[in-house]
């Protein structure tokens, strides 16, 4: 099991990462950050309403499922939200840049780290 600032720091060594937090979407608040790139706190904020807004679509739809990860690929950047399978409520949240990044190895250790989180 790793802290979150140890999953930060596994999320960080990543190819490409800029940075990444750990967020409460009921609140929208981090409850850790690392790295530099984008203003975290305001990321925070917005992709907490981006997971609640698909959320709500996927009930409005009727979907009995689970969001495994969002992708919103930039001009110059990937954005990975990925809710905890461990701990409703929380997002792991990470900037990469796309140009230096290999987006399936950044899913993929995105996964395998907010596994290993503990809270």
Excluded: W
Aim: charged share 25%.
């Amino acid at each position: 099991m790793a802290t979150i600032k140890q999953t930060l720091d596994e999320i960080l060594s990543l190819d490409g990462a800029m940075c990444a937090a750990v967020v409460d979407s009921t609140s929208g608040m981090m409850l850790g950050h690392a790295g530099t790139g984008v203003d975290l706190e305001v990321a925070a904020a917005g992709n907490t309403e981006v997971v609640r807004a698909k959320l709500k679509t996927m009930k409005a739809l009727g979907l009995n499922d689970l969001i495994e990860d969002i992708l919103i690929t930039l001009g110059k950047q990937y954005h990975i939200i990925r809710p905890s399978s461990r701990q409703e409520g929380v997002f792991v949240y990470l900037v990469l840049d796309k140009a230096r990044s290999n987006l399936a190895m950044a899913r993929r250790k995105v996964q395998d780290a907010e596994k290993e989180m503990m809270f």
